[in-house]
Nanobody
């Protein structure tokens, strides 16, 4: 069974920084894509950043220049460094992994439980 556990959310003033982490545990054969999504109240969940197995990253236009995504394959962990935070970054942040639990199963999407990020003005 695969479990994704997030940490690092919290309350920060505008202009501040936070670092989110998401670690996968359990039966893991291979991880392809790792990513972060966010969902603000009354809005749809949106992709913030992703990183593939080769280290190629993709960031939403709204966070380019402020957020950085990275991964540690040895630890099955993805990070999101968030700098110059704005009130509009306030949301629940979810990690998402595309992985294979074992060689017999195909890739599937797995989600973390979500962590709240609140940026005060």
């Amino acid at each position: 069974q695969v479990q994704l556990v997030e940490s690092g959310g919290g309350l920060v003033q505008a202009g501040g920084s936070l670092r989110l982490s998401c670690a996968a545990s359990g039966n893991i054969f291979r991880i392809d894509l790792m990513g972060w999504y966010r969902q603000a109240p009354g809005k749809q969940r949106e992709l913030v950043a992703s990183i593939d197995s080769g280290g190629v990253t993709n960031l939403a236009d709204s966070v380019k220049g402020r957020f950085t995504i990275s991964r540690d394959n040895a630890k099955n962990t993805v990070y999101l460094q968030m700098n110059s935070l704005k009130p509009e970054d306030t949301a629940v942040y979810y990690c998402n992994f595309r992985l294979r639990p074992n060689w017999a199963q195909s890739f599937a999407q797995y989600w973390g439980q979500g962590t709240q990020v609140t940026v005060s003005s």
